[in-house]
């Protein structure tokens, strides 16, 4: 298999392939967002705090597991200027290889893992959950093969697939029968498995063993760059929650780790599509600084813009979208909840950074300039741990936010980006913010003591954050970057005439 060379052809309409990929990427995701908080609800009041919290310490250390299993070579394929079936082969056989190693080791240190946690009765989770890093590390293959010819939708139907019948169905479905946290590994299980055959169904990529390559040193130095940088970014973006199951109760970890999941949703789905998108995009034109520093700096402002002003103000109404999403026995996640509303938009900031490091040879930057904050991870969230779980997440929010803001930055000089466009880029986001958030708060003070269920404050909540967001765009339509007022110009007729007047102000046209 060859890759498209960056000819002309294949060069002007990059820009126009990548926005459908990532279109396709966000249409799916928000599917899923939707789905996902819609099947957590249903699980959570069908399980509990207890269930959730010893199934989030399995999926937690698996995820550290699985970089081992996987070990970053199935990515060095969408950068690879050719990739013949040798590579293909070798990545397959390498995967399987250290997928079932990793396997094997986990099953035999299930029993000593769960005991070092204070949780014995997750030595069965452990165990069986392992058979995920099989399943998971030979899908990698085909998903990097698509992300390669940027057909995001098809990545995104298979995973929105495996998920709603996965969880939707099989969890859903062994939870109302047997009221077990086992409902969610099958859930797990199924997922990884139904997810694996739709992707390989639709590269159907050779099948062999081979230790031979076209290039074998190069991918295995690729593959071990990101082997331990996934390995850093997950020690310091876990941490928290493997305190919080070794310090605390397995319903204390329940509620931390709903109150996150539920608040990560939107940019979690988002996040991966985001990230490969920009990856995939730069690695078509690794060289040509200006068109990368006009993608960054508009991918930046438009991602700053459209998710950090929202998050600010639920900020303000977190405990009541916990309590109205999982029902009245989470009241611990919805204290939990506000933190993490702070947190989440910079996940994206994250997705657009990152790439450029890794398209201008300086891919190992990323891991070295965070191996510090693994020492204050552990010494904050330690100290905060002995005050309590709320502690353990503003840490942690403060952390993630620190890093990322020192990624944005390295990008910015990277890329040769002057402070003048690097405020341009930033301002509009901050003052949009700051307007939402003091307007959040004002109905967040005036609702208090209502007594008015947390469902109907929270819709109180999100029509004043959405309203509010809205007329400041209005206000200053320039705040939305050159490209985004460009695509609404263009699918401007496919929405309602009531809709024009809005439309033609946020594009410039009033």
């Excluded at 705090?49 to 299993?69: K, N, Q, S």
């Excluded at 639709?202 to 390995?231: C, E, M, W, Y």
């Excluded at 996040?271 to 920009?278: F, G, M, R």
């Excluded at 890794?358 to 020492?375: C, D, H, M």
Aim: proline residues 5%; aromatic residues 10%.
């Amino acid at each position: 298999m060859t890759a498209p060379q960056p000819n002309g052809g294949a060069s002007l309409d990059l820009g126009q392939r990548s926005a459908v990929a990532f279109s396709w990427g966000v249409a799916t995701s928000l599917a899923k967002v939707v789905l996902t908080i819609m099947v957590q609800a249903v699980l959570a009041r069908l399980l509990g705090p207890t269930e959730f919290g010893l199934f989030a310490l399995g999926i937690l250390l698996m995820g550290m597991a699985g970089y081992f299993a996987d070990v970053g070579l199935a990515t060095s394929l969408v950068q690879q200027r050719e990739v013949r079936d040798s590579d293909i082969r070798f990545v397959l056989t390498f995967n399987l290889v250290t997928a079932t190693t990793v396997a094997a080791v986990f099953v035999l240190l299930a029993r000593p893992l769960a005991q070092a946690f204070g949780k014995p009765e997750a030595t069965d989770i452990f165990r069986w959950l392992a058979p995920v890093f099989l399943l998971n590390a030979t899908a990698s293959v085909s998903t990097s093969l698509l992300r390669r010819r940027l057909d995001y939708r098809s990545i995104q139907l298979a995973n929105l697939a495996g998920y709603t019948l996965g969880f939707g169905l099989i969890g859903v479905a062994s939870a109302m029968l047997f009221e077990s946290v086992m409902s969610l590994v099958a859930a797990c299980l199924s997922q990884a498995a139904i997810t694996l055959a739709l992707l390989y169904r639709k590269t159907q990529h050779p099948i062999g063993l081979s230790l031979r390559s076209n290039d074998r040193r190069a991918v295995l130095s690729f593959g071990a760059t990101v082997l331990v940088t996934n390995l850093v970014n997950w020690t310091v973006g876990s941490l928290d929650r493997l305190l919080v199951g070794r310090m605390f109760s397995a319903a204390t970890l329940g509620n931390y780790s709903a109150a996150y999941n539920l608040i990560f949703a939107p940019v979690g789905a988002l996040y991966p599509n985001l990230q490969s998108t920009v990856f995939s995009s730069m690695a078509r034109i690794q060289g040509d600084m200006p068109r990368l520093r006009n993608i960054y700096l508009g991918l930046l402002q438009a991602v700053s813009v459209v998710f950090l002003p929202p998050f600010v103000g639920l900020y303000f109404f977190a405990d009541q979208l916990v309590l109205t999403v999982y029902g009245s026995k989470w009241t611990q996640a919805a204290a939990l909840a506000g933190p993490f509303c702070l947190m989440a938009p910079f996940l994206l900031v994250w997705a657009c950074s990152t790439p450029v490091l890794w398209n201008t040879g300086q891919r190992s930057l990323e891991w070295k300039l965070q191996v510090p904050f693994i020492a204050l991870a552990i010494i904050g969230i330690v100290l905060a741990a002995s005050s309590s779980a709320l502690a353990v997440a503003w840490i942690a929010t403060l952390l993630y936010m620190a890093r990322t803001i020192l990624m944005m930055f390295l990008a910015f000089r990277t890329l040769g980006i002057a402070a003048a466009q690097a405020i341009a880029a930033i301002w509009p986001c901050l003052w949009i913010s700051t307007t939402v958030g003091l307007a959040a708060m004002a109905c967040a003070q005036t609702l208090l003591g209502s007594g008015w269920p947390p469902a109907t404050q929270f819709l109180l909540g999100a029509g004043v954050i959405g309203g509010s967001m809205l007329l400041a765009m209005l206000l200053a339509p320039e705040s939305l970057p050159l490209n985004a007022r460009c695509l609404i110009g263009r699918q401007r007729g496919k929405f309602p005439s009531w809709l024009q007047p809005v439309l033609n102000r946020l594009t410039g046209n009033p």
